[in-house]
């Protein structure tokens, strides 16, 4: 069973092969294949490799699964006894990918 820490969209994630995730909304290729290049962690049975930031020559290959949005999330703003009330709604962009291949 090997392991990977991989870096999208300002965020770190730990996979492993078969896994699904969900990330920040990312661009996938014609064939759906997404390759993460920044893998700042590798380790299986044998050991660990740490990056000095990232790995060179490690990358995580993915496949599209879908692209949606998240719930919506409501941000309400509000100064007592001034009147002030702000309503404003966010829906994230978001895509769903699976985990094929951890190379490193």
Excluded at 93 to 101: E, F, H, P, Y
Aim: net charge positive; glycine share 10%.
């Amino acid at each position: 069973m090997t392991l990977a820490v991989i870096k999208t969209g300002g965020k770190q994630y730990l996979v492993q092969e078969g896994d699904t995730l969900e990330i920040e909304r990312v661009a996938a290729n014609d064939k759906g294949v997404i390759e993460f290049a920044e893998v700042l962690m590798i380790g299986d049975d044998k050991g660990v490799k740490l990056g000095a930031p990232t790995l060179e020559g490690a990358k995580v290959t993915a496949e599209l699964v879908e692209d949606f949005r998240d719930d919506k999330v409501l941000v309400f703003k509000m100064k007592r006894r001034k009147r002030y009330r702000k309503t404003q709604g966010h829906r994230q962009n978001k895509t769903r990918v699976k985990i094929t291949k951890i190379e490193g």
